[in-house]
């Protein structure tokens, strides 16, 4: 009489479920960096409306100390916190610094403006710094 094998052996279902586990390994990690990114980036984005006020009073005065929250046209600053976004303020030499809630990982964000170079196509340029930088989410 012959038998037939039917179904999975035992060892045939561990190497699948090794194989799952190992990918959920890789895959959780890198799915709670995007979340964190995609949090993140409503603190990023936040920042626009400030960017352009400081380069509009900068246009105005030729002069970024005067550059300000509230003053100039920049907007005043945002104390009022939303799910992922704490705050936002402006220096008075146009400095931005917007802060993450904690569910976006609580970095913050710091653009800090200068003067282009002749020629460049843009007046100022922004260097991003903060500990946004260093968790690579903004």
């Not at 603190?43 to 400081?54: I, Q, W």
């Not at 246009?59 to 705050?87: D, E, F, H, R, Y």
Request: charged fraction near 5%; charge should be neutral.
């Amino acid at each position: 009489m012959q038998h037939t094998q039917k179904g999975f052996t035992l060892i045939e279902l561990m190497i699948v479920v090794a194989i799952i586990g190992i990918l959920a390994a890789v895959a959780v990690p890198a799915y709670q960096t995007y979340v964190q990114k995609a949090r993140f980036s409503e603190v990023v984005s936040a920042t626009a409306p400030f960017k352009l006020g400081v380069e509009n009073c900068f246009i105005n005065t030729n002069a970024l100390a005067a550059c300000g929250a509230g003053t100039n046209g920049v907007p005043p600053a945002v104390t009022v916190a939303t799910q992922n976004l704490a705050s936002v303020a402006v220096a008075a030499d146009g400095t931005i610094t917007a802060t993450g809630t904690a569910a976006a990982g609580g970095a913050t964000l710091i653009l800090t403006p200068a003067i282009a170079a002749a020629n460049t196509g843009s007046l100022l340029t922004w260097t991003r710094t903060g500990t946004c930088v260093n968790l690579a989410v903004c």
